[in-house]
């Protein structure tokens, strides 16, 4: 069973365009994370979710919108899709903030 | 403040010891270790929780000094399986996990 699981895993999309990457936890986890992982390999948290709630709002561009319709679901929303937003973008999960985090297999977004 | 981690790459052959660095300017709550191997996701090793507090994994065991903002991995007679890039992750109290840089290990047969 997969723990952390994120679709799409490739994402090729246009300058302008807006897409959606969806990530779903099966581990009753209270808390889920966006990271954005850069082609340096940089590992930067996005956002972070407990119960629902938004706790870790980093400084991203506000077309980048997360939603978490329940505990077990984190989507990240991208609007005007840029050039510089190609990277790996991978979700977590933890039991609650500073626990082990569970990363999911990661989607690949490419901007053309 | 994101932490420094060193070396930025190491290349060991099979059965021989490692040590990678992770130090912080700002007094931490909290050190997080995981490995990504290329291609895939980070992957949990440990956590440090308490100031001189040491951990271990298999053969790879960890070491925090609070007072000094310290954390350092140890991989002892390292395998093939260990080769990957492995990020320090520091926690001040009541903040988020911040990230090093990662260290690249390879490791030769």
């Known amino acids: 069973d997969t723990a952390v699981s994120q679709t799409p895993k490739y994402l090729v999309t246009q300058m302008g365009n807006d897409k959606s990457i969806k990530c779903e936890q099966n581990?009753?986890?209270?808390?889920m994370y966006w990271y954005k992982q850069d082609s340096k390999k940089f590992l930067k948290i996005m956002f972070s979710y407990n119960n629902k709630e938004l706790i870790i709002n980093e400084t991203v561009p506000n077309r980048f919108s997360p939603k978490s319709p329940d505990k077990a679901h984190l989507n990240l929303h991208i609007n005007s899709l840029e050039l510089g937003d190609s990277a790996v973008y991978f979700c977590a999960s933890s039991q609650r903030l500073r626990s082990e985090q569970f990363f999911g297999p990661g989607t690949r977004l490419t901007v053309l | 403040q994101q932490p420094v981690q060193s070396p930025q790459a190491v290349i060991l052959r099979e059965g021989e010891d490692a040590v990678i660095n992770c130090s912080s300017s700002k007094a931490l709550y909290s050190v997080h270790w995981y490995r990504q191997k290329h291609g895939e996701a980070p992957v949990f090793l440990m956590i440090?929780?308490?100031?001189?507090e040491q951990k271990g994994h298999e053969k790879i065991s960890a070491s925090f000094n609070e007072k000094k903002q310290q954390s350092s991995l140890y991989l002892t007679a390292s395998q093939l399986s260990y080769s990957g890039t492995y990020f320090c992750?520091?926690?001040?109290?009541?903040?988020?996990?911040?990230f090093g840089k990662g260290t690249r290990l390879h490791i030769l047969p």
């Open positions: 992750g520091t926690e001040r109290r009541d903040d988020k996990i911040i």
């Open positions: 440090l929780l308490k100031g001189g």
């Open positions: 581990l009753g986890h209270d808390t």
